[in-house]
């Protein structure tokens, strides 16, 4: 069925994937990624329960193909505080209801590769994530040898988090992947230990400057009233001990 020549002037649009993209969608599936997945996955796809999915066409195949999808995303929305992710997100405390975005599938068949469809589709993703105010960051897994994938994400700029040793078993043999996330309104990874580490330096550092300043700025207004008194003005009003003796130290130096 997806059995296409290579595409010479692809028009590709973009749309939400429906229930008549059933058949497609599962062969794509089937092509592309060697985990197999549930029927009940494909219905849940087509008929939108509980996954968002967006759909690529090409517009200059002829006819009914005109609508026929070349590519495709999946993703669904995860609680933030249930994910495996929580610590890698900086979240509020007070808030409850913060989610994320959890990319499931993204393929393009093979002749249409390489024409930014991915890109594209990804793009979709994190456009509509970024419209929820309570979506923290999108996130998913690649195997860790998928160059093209992993290239993709990092063009995207996706951060890799962490390498999942032997998380996928495949036929037989384990693979790691690795962690990618894209943070969306305002959101970031929380402070490391030494991130922490190096915070508490630079506010003690400003500290001591401020505190510097103004023992700087309290001398030198002390030594223009000073100069105001040498030169037949009244005597500064003394306001504590500490200032009269530094007035005084002052006064004897000149
Ligand atoms: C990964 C995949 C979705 C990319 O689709 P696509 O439409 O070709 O992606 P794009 O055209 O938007 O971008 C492809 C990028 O990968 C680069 N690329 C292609 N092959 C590559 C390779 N072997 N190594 C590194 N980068 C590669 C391209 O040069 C391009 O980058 P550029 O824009 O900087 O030139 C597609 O290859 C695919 O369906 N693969 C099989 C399913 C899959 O692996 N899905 C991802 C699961 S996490």
Redesign the pocket.
Request: hydrophobic share 55%; charged share 10%; glycine share 8%.
């Given at each position: 069925m997806v059995n296409l020549k290579d595409p010479c002037h692809p028009m590709i649009s973009y749309r939400r994937v429906q229930p008549s993209d059933l058949e497609v969608l599962e062969k794509i599936h089937g092509d592309?990624?060697p985990i197999r997945y549930e029927s009940e996955f494909f219905q849940n796809v087509v008929n939108g329960r509980d996954i968002m999915s967006w759909g690529?066409v090409d517009c200059s195949r002829p006819n009914e193909k005109s609508d026929e999808l070349i590519?495709f995303i999946t993703a669904r929305f995860v609680l933030a505080t249930e994910s495996e992710i929580e610590d890698l997100v900086s979240l509020d405390s007070s808030k409850s209801n913060q989610t994320l975005v959890y990319?499931l599938?993204?393929?393009?068949?093979?002749s249409?590769?390489?024409?930014?469809?991915?890109?594209?589709?990804?793009r979709e993703v994190i456009k509509y994530a970024s419209s929820i105010p309570t979506c923290r960051a999108i996130y998913?897994?690649?195997?860790s040898y998928?160059?093209?994938?992993?290239?993709?994400?990092k063009?995207?700029s996706f951060h890799c988090l962490r390498r999942l040793y032997n998380y996928y078993f495949i036929n037989g043999q384990h693979y790691d992947s690795y962690l990618f996330i894209y943070y969306v309104n305002g959101s970031r990874s929380p402070c490391s230990p030494l991130e922490l580490v190096m915070l508490l330096v630079t506010y003690t550092k400003s500290g001591f400057k401020s505190m510097a300043a103004k023992l700087w700025k309290n001398e030198d207004r002390k030594i223009s009233k000073l100069r105001k008194c040498k030169s037949g003005c009244l005597l500064p009003m003394v306001e504590n001990k500490t200032t009269l003796s530094l007035e005084g130290t002052w006064c004897q130096s000149v």
């Open positions: 592309l990624f690529a590519g990319i599938t993204l393929g393009v068949v093979e249409y590769r390489n024409f930014g469809i991915a890109s594209s589709l990804i998913l897994h690649v195997i998928n160059n093209p994938a992993i290239h993709l994400y063009k995207l």
